[in-house]
T-cell receptor, first 114, second 111 residues
Framework: DTEVTQTPKHLVMGMTNKKSLKCEQH?????MYWYKQKAKKPPELMFV???????INESVPSRFSPECPNSSLLNLHLHALQPEDSALYLC?????????????FGSGTRLTVV | SQQGEEDPQALSIQEGENATMNCSYK?????LQWYRQNSGRGLVHLIL?????REKHSGRLRVTLDTSKKSSSLLITASRAADTASYFC???????????FGQGTILTVHP
């Protein structure tokens, strides 16, 4: 079982819909991440939160809006997406000073925009 | 551009054989990590090697790092069908920083 839980596992949404992806971790990690992965490509970083504050935004379009309500939760709000935004969205967490454990990833949300 | 570039892009072997994947990167690093991804799902952290280390072992995994050549290799010994997956190297990730992935190697192990 993964220690980072993402919901939903699959999501189909229209271009005018508003939806949210959710991520939860119970490891006490103080950094959380959103990655986007297209088919047969590596994950690409979207956002980094550290101590519940946004520290990195990789020039992501504003139709993606991250939110960190508390140290265990990370949301990604979606609005007016395009079909090219269809991808696997991965959440991850990590704890500084324990880098030998690497990052812990969730199983992802497979998003299809129609 | 991606920090890490991997080769081969795809590797097909028989069960019991060894699999070697290579990764090259462009800038200075603090550490280099390897991850496995099964069937387009979440990534699993395999092993991390620090910039002052040259070799590291974990079970059937052996990782080497050559900072002078900016390259790393992952060796999986006595491969099993369950090792079939995509393997990514990743660099960076210091403190709360970015973890940047290479293009990945798709490994297929035939029973």
């Amino acid at each position: 079982d993964t220690e980072v839980t993402q919901t939903p596992k699959h999501l189909v949404m229209g271009m005018t819909n508003k939806k949210s992806l959710k991520c939860e971790q119970h490891m006490g990690h103080r950094a959380m991440y959103w990655y986007k992965q297209k088919a047969k490509k590596p994950p690409e970083l979207m956002f980094v939160y550290s101590y519940e504050k946004l520290s990195i935004n990789e020039s992501v379009p504003s139709r993606f809006s991250p939110e960190c309500p508390n140290s265990s939760l990370l949301n990604l709000h979606l609005h007016a997406l395009q079909p090219e935004d269809s991808a696997l969205y991965l959440c991850a967490s990590s704890e500084p000073g324990r880098t030998h454990y690497g990052y812990t990833f969730g199983s992802g949300t497979r998003l299809t925009v129609v | 551009s991606q920090q890490g570039e991997e080769d081969p892009q795809a590797l097909s072997i028989q069960e019991g054989e060894n699999a070697t994947m290579n990764c090259s990167y462009k800038t200075s690093i603090n550490n280099l990590q390897w991850y496995r991804q099964n069937s387009g799902r979440g990534l699993v952290h395999l092993i991390l090697i620090r910039s002052n280390e040259r070799e590291k072992h974990s079970g059937r995994l052996r990782v080497t790092l050559d900072t002078s050549k900016k390259s790393s290799s992952l060796l999986i010994t006595a491969s099993r069908a369950a090792d079939t997956a995509s393997y990514f190297c990743a660099t960076g990730g210091t403190s709360y920083g970015k973890l940047t992935f290479g293009q990945g190697t798709i490994l297929t192990v035939h029973p």
